[in-house]
Structure formats: structure tokens, C-alpha cells
């Protein structure tokens, strides 16, 4: 069983930058894929951006390309998203994700374990 915990959510100004954090509970966290999504009102869930175990390999959505970065630091079991140029598009409960499944996967049920999300709001 995995925990994942994420923080540093909140309200920023269009244009502004947040990152955010999620620690894991496992001895184990470079043998997992994590990924990044979203959920806003009324929509689904969707990927943001995702990273292999070793860090050497990443991916994200277009909409965030340039934008987004993904990182992790398997020596803290951290796993991060530094969001610059935040548009309103971009409010939504982020979540961490973690999966033992082979590449780095976007659709949200290939991922075993998830964080309880944190809230970014960019007002319009």
C-alpha cells in the first residue's frame, strides 16, 4: 500500500506560478511511474503530466506543454509540478498518482494509488 499526500495548492493571479509537492509512503518509490492529473467541476479526470521511475522520462498533456514541469526526487520520495503562466484553465483538485504498470501511462486507470488532491484556483 502506497500513500500519497499532496500539498501546495491555493489561489494564484492568471500569469502566476505554484508548485506543488506530493511525498510518498514507500520504500520503494523509484519502482513507480508517477503521474500528475486533474479534475475540474464537472469534468473528468485528466492527465497532466507523468514521469518514469528513474526520472529520465516524461510526459504531458498539450495544454501544459511549456507551461508545466515534472519532477522527483526518489531520494525524499517527492514528486513535484512547477506550474508557470497559470491560466483560469487550469483551476482544478490536482492529484498524484503512482503505478507499477510499464511506461508512462495517461489514462487514469492504469494508476494503483492516489493522493486525496489539492485545489488550484486561477480567477478569470
Known amino acids: 500500500q502506497v500513500q500519497l499526500v499532496e500539498s501546495g495548492g491555493g489561489l494564484v493571479q492568471a500569469g502566476g506560478s505554484l508548485r506543488l509537492s506530493c511525498v510518498a509512503s514507500t520504500r520503494t518509490f523509484s519502482s513507480y511511474t508517477m503521474g500528475w492529473f486533474r479534475q475540474a467541476p464537472g469534468k473528468e479526470r485528466e492527465f497532466v503530466a507523468g514521469i518514469s521511475g528513474n526520472g529520465y522520462s516524461t510526459s504531458y498533456a498539450d495544454s501544459v506543454k511549456g507551461r508545466f514541469t515534472i519532477s522527483r526526487d526518489n531520494a525524499k520520495n517527492m514528486l513535484y509540478l512547477q506550474m508557470n503562466s497559470l491560466k483560469p484553465e487550469d483551476t482544478a483538485v490536482y492529484y498524484c498518482?503512482?503505478?507499477?504498470?510499464?511506461?508512462?501511462?495517461?489514462?487514469?486507470?492504469?494508476?494503483?494509488?492516489w493522493g486525496q488532491g489539492t485545489q488550484v484556483t486561477v480567477p478569470s
Open positions: 498518482a503512482a503505478t507499477k504498470a510499464p511506461g508512462i501511462k495517461i489514462g487514469p486507470r492504469y494508476y494503483d494509488y
